[in-house]
């Protein structure tokens, strides 16, 4: 069974900085997740990656296969990008069952 | 911006009563599942659903747990008698494919509370 750890579990940042959560995973995968939880429970897909790197506006993913690590990455960070933001992994096989890191907290101040 | 809609968003039930969470995955999707979050805790794995069938489900999802997709487009969860435990947010979500490459699509929960 796939282990999912992520870092740090909480983070606090002043609007404008530059921002870095980490996972790491103990079984090889073929794809890894990024999810984003709001305040309300509601949870948002951000990306599907299964190598290199990937943008989307001031978020970047980026994952390392061989050293079974991805980076999600906030650059410019504004109070509106406070949520939990979530790394997913499947489990050991079986591709169409998720497991869940256990989030990083992210507050962003003003 | 397909979704997936979930309801009800908020059920209060006494202990030992039946619960059906309902879900509307995006049309075009093939795979179905089921998550739940405790409070506080991590979101985990319940149940996938692919060609009108469970295709795996997790050590959670015993005989109190079932899904059903009873016509075209709903995918429901059904909890026969509730425990105080039952108590999570209850997650729906789709994809085209299996999760293997595919983007995932949640819904916005549905949080059960048994008293």
């Known amino acids: 069974k796939n282990e999912v750890e992520q870092s740090p579990q909480n983070l606090t940042a002043q609007e404008g900085e530059f921002i870095t959560i980490n996972c790491s995973y103990s079984?090889?995968?073929?794809?890894l997740h990024w999810l984003q939880q709001h305040p309300g429970g509601g949870i948002v897909s951000l990306f599907m990656?299964?190598?290199g790197k990937k943008k989307h506006g001031r978020l970047i993913a980026t994952i390392n296969i061989q050293e079974k690590h991805s980076s999600l990455h906030i650059t410019a960070s504004h109070p509106r990008d406070s949520a939990v933001y979530i790394c997913?992994?499947?489990?050991?096989?079986?591709?169409?069952?998720?497991?869940f890191g256990t989030g990083t907290l992210l507050a962003v101040q003003p | 911006e397909p979704e997936v809609t979930q309801t009800p968003s908020h059920q209060v039930t006494q202990m030992g009563q039946e619960v059906i969470l309902r879900c509307v995955p995006i049309?075009?999707?093939?795979?179905f599942y089921w998550y739940r979050q405790i409070l506080g805790q991590k979101v985990e794995f319940l149940v996938s659903?692919?060609?009108?069938?469970?295709?795996?489900k997790s050590e959670i999802f015993d005989d109190q747990f079932s899904v059903e997709r009873p016509d075209g487009s709903n995918f429901t969860l059904k909890i026969r008698s509730t425990k105080l435990e039952d108590s999570a947010m209850y997650f729906c979500?789709?994809?085209?494919?299996?999760?293997?490459?595919?983007?995932?699509?949640f819904g916005e929960g549905s949080w059960l509370t048994v008293v």
């Open positions: 049309s075009n999707h093939l795979y």
């Open positions: 990656l299964s190598s």
């Open positions: 079984v090889g995968i073929s794809a």
């Open positions: 997913a992994v499947p489990s050991r096989g079986a591709t169409n069952k998720l497991i």
């Open positions: 659903f692919y060609n009108n069938e469970i295709s795996e």
């Open positions: 979500a789709s994809s085209s494919q299996g999760w293997d490459g595919n983007t995932i699509y």
